[in-house]
T-cell receptor, first 110, second 113 residues
Framework: GQQVMQIPQYQHVQEGEDFTTYCNSS?????IQWYKQRPGGHPVFLIQ?????EVKKQKRLTFQFGEAKKNSSLHITATQTTDVGTYFC??????????FGTGTRLKVLA | DADVTQTPRNRITKTGKRIMLECSQT?????MYWYRQDPGLGLRLIYY???????NKGEISDGYSVSRQAQAKFSLSLESAIPNQTALYFC????????????FGPGTRLTVL
């Protein structure tokens, strides 16, 4: 079956450094959603990407969908301690159910 | 979201016991989901339901069963709990069209001894 892998699994950065997580699939991705889960919390929706090559921005966060729709990325510029958490991508699989990636846990050191 | 609630929030049980985890939502969504989260494995779909009469198996349904008692209620049962079912369980809902954002409950931490 489809596998959605994220790299890296963990990332520690100094506050102010940039951070990128990559979402890769064994099959062509359909619609990609990104979620953030704060420590001890539940996943919260960030954004959805649909089109090949699509780029969306939310303040310091930039989301990109690969041209071949085989990968997606989330880039955070100048990380802050509030960015701490685990970031998940999720790909639409079949009829409106999503396959979640393995997640990237971000730790920001002040 | 407070619109999606899960009970209990924490549960410790013993091998072989039957356990039910409950999920309720006030968002008016038709679609409901149960996931389990394990470190390094992300969120894996156990069961999902697109309306009261619709129940579908997800990636890892073995050892689990569900009941959709009403549009707002979706319960997950472990008929005979085993230690490798120790995990964090999330219920989620979605509207079913457009962006189809999933809204997650606060989670239930289950420990099977």
């Amino acid at each position: 079956g489809q596998q959605v892998m994220q790299i890296p699994q963990y990332q520690h950065v100094q506050e102010g450094e940039d951070f990128t997580t990559y979402c890769n699939s064994s099959t062509t991705l359909s619609n990609i959603q990104w979620y953030k889960q704060r420590p001890g919390g539940h996943p919260v929706f960030l954004i959805q990407l649909v089109k090949s090559g699509e780029v969306k921005k939310q303040k310091r966060l930039t989301f990109q969908f690969g041209e071949a729709k085989k990968n997606s990325s989330l880039h955070i510029t100048a990380t802050q301690t509030t960015d701490v958490g685990t970031y998940f991508c999720a790909d639409l699989s079949g009829t409106y159910k999503y396959i979640f990636g393995t997640g990237t846990r971000l730790k920001v050191l002040a | 979201d407070a619109d999606v609630t899960q009970t209990p929030r924490n549960r410790i049980t013993k091998t072989g016991k039957r356990i039910m985890l409950e999920c309720s939502q006030t968002k008016g969504h038709d679609r409901m989901y149960w996931y389990r989260q394990d470190p390094g494995l992300g969120l894996r779909l156990i069961y999902y339901s697109f309306d009261v009469k619709d129940i579908n198996k997800g990636e890892i349904s073995d050892g689990y069963s569900v009941s959709r008692q009403a549009q707002a209620k979706f319960s997950l049962s472990l008929e005979s709990a085993i230690p490798n079912q120790t995990a964090l369980y999330f219920c989620a809902t979605s509207y079913g069209s457009g962006t189809d954002t999933q809204y997650f409950g606060p989670g239930t931490r289950l420990t099977v001894l």
